[in-house]
């Protein structure tokens, strides 16, 4: 991910995008298929020690993971699409430059970009949660592995941190600035 630019982009970087589709069919594909090998009654919520708590039925679930991992994502990048592509008045560091004239339209794409990033982070977050309940179902009875389950949270964090980080260094002051 790069920094806002003065390069009028109406809709970010186009890599962001590509991958953001990319994912949204590939994890459409895989759950939709992977749900088909679940049993018709699956273990969807578990306690603290890995034991199952909660159950769906196979169509449900697959229709529940479906619009999460599809919709939830798409939902979020249209929003914030089409609010960065018309914000006048962004509550961002250092903001008299970035929001300047000659910088608005960057600054924009930038921030239409990173939406598109987190948005396949989410599709990924809940492409693990499938992941996740998939494997814990193909055990009798149904248990959830917490190594998995931290080993995927660190991942996440990770993921997160570093999208946030990513957000505060763009906006940082201005080039001439630090000096």
């Known amino acids: 991910m790069t920094t806002p630019s003065a390069e009028p982009q109406r809709y970010g970087h186009p890599i962001s995008w590509l991958v953001f589709v990319a994912l949204w069919l590939l994890a459409a594909i895989v759950i939709y298929r992977t749900a088909a090998a679940l049993p018709s009654r699956i273990a969807v919520h578990f306690d603290a020690a890995g034991q199952a708590t909660s159950f769906m039925l ?3 679930y697959r229709v529940f993971m479906l619009l999460f991992a599809g919709g939830l994502p798409a939902l979020l990048v249209g929003i914030m699409t089409a609010a960065y592509s018309r914000a006048t008045d962004l509550k961002i560091p250092n903001r008299e430059y970035w929001l300047a004239p000659q910088r608005l339209a960057g600054t924009r794409a930038f921030l239409i970009a ?3 990033w987190l948005g396949s982070m989410l599709i990924a ?7 996740l309940v998939w ?3 193909q055990r009798q009875p149904p248990s959830l592995s917490n190594q998995s389950l931290i080993a995927v949270s660190l991942v996440l964090l990770a993921l997160i941190s570093t999208w946030i980080a990513t957000l505060m260094f763009a906006f940082r002051r201005p080039p001439e600035e630090r000096r």
Not at 125 to 131: A, E, K, N, T
């Open 125 to 131: 977050i809940m492409c693990c949660v499938h992941w």
């Open 114 to 116: 990173h939406g598109v």
């Open 58 to 60: 196979r169509g449900d």
């Open 135 to 137: 494997g814990a179902n």
